[in-house]
T-cell receptor
């Protein structure tokens, strides 16, 4: 069965600092991987996705993520965090047929301080 | 496209009452998912449909929960009778595997409070 682990429940970074949110997945084959962001009181917005090809994928709002098959990881990064990036971030996995539901990690809450 | 539309955004009800949550998926999407989000359990899949047919309802917590999808543009999640432990945010999402999967798109959610 597919599963996702986000080891960090809460991370605090200073505005302008770099960010890396960790995600590890468990899946028998090459999965489809996603990062979603949830602002308070809002739904989940798709940040970026990996299906195949280049292992470094670019997303919206200046985020990127790198797929590392050897480490079963799909970490999210941003070189310079803005206060508006404070939110909950979810990593998700689905089988590469895309016809089964996304399985989500527990999420990482990001706080940004001045 | 207007995206996935859920109603109501907020619902406060008394224990024992029936609650109905509504969802309009993105036009052309053939998959619809209902998730529940709580602090303790995170995002849990309750049920999903493909072409209006329920595929997996193993996440539905109890018989008090039921979901329907009478047509491609509408789905409901009903709780009867409601209990305080049902308080959560309920999300509907839709996706399409036709022409290549692009991800699931979520509605704004319904925040349910049962008192």
């Amino acid at each position: 069965a597919q599963s996702v682990t986000q080891p960090d429940i809460h991370i605090t970074v200073s505005e302008g600092a770099s960010l890396e949110l960790r995600c590890n997945y468990s899946y028998g084959a090459t999965p489809y991987l996603f990062w979603y962001v949830q602002s308070p009181g809002q739904g989940l917005q798709l940040l970026l996705k990996y299906f195949s090809g280049d292992t470094l994928v670019q997303g919206i709002k200046g985020f990127e993520a790198e797929f590392k098959r050897s480490q079963s990881s799909f970490n999210l990064r941003k070189p310079s965090v803005h206060w508006s990036d404070a939110a909950e971030y979810f990593c998700a996995v689905v089988g590469n047929s895309g016809n089964t539901p996304l399985v989500f990690g527990k999420g990482t809450r990001l706080s940004v301080i001045a | 496209d207007a995206g996935v539309i859920q109603s109501p955004r907020h619902e406060v009800t008394e224990m024992g009452q029936e609650v109905t949550l509504r969802c309009k998926p993105i036009s052309g999407h053939d998959y619809l998912f209902w998730y529940r989000q709580t602090m303790m359990r995170g995002l849990e899949l309750l049920i999903y449909f493909n072409n209006n047919v329920p595929i997996d309802d193993s996440g539905m917590p109890e018989d008090r929960f039921s979901a329907k999808m009478p047509n491609a543009s509408f789905s409901t999640l009903k709780i009867q009778p409601s209990e305080p432990r049902d308080s959560a945010v309920y999300f509907c999402a839709s996706s399409s595997a036709t022409g290549g999967f692009r991800g699931a798109f979520f509605g704004q959610g319904t925040r349910l409070t049962v008192v």
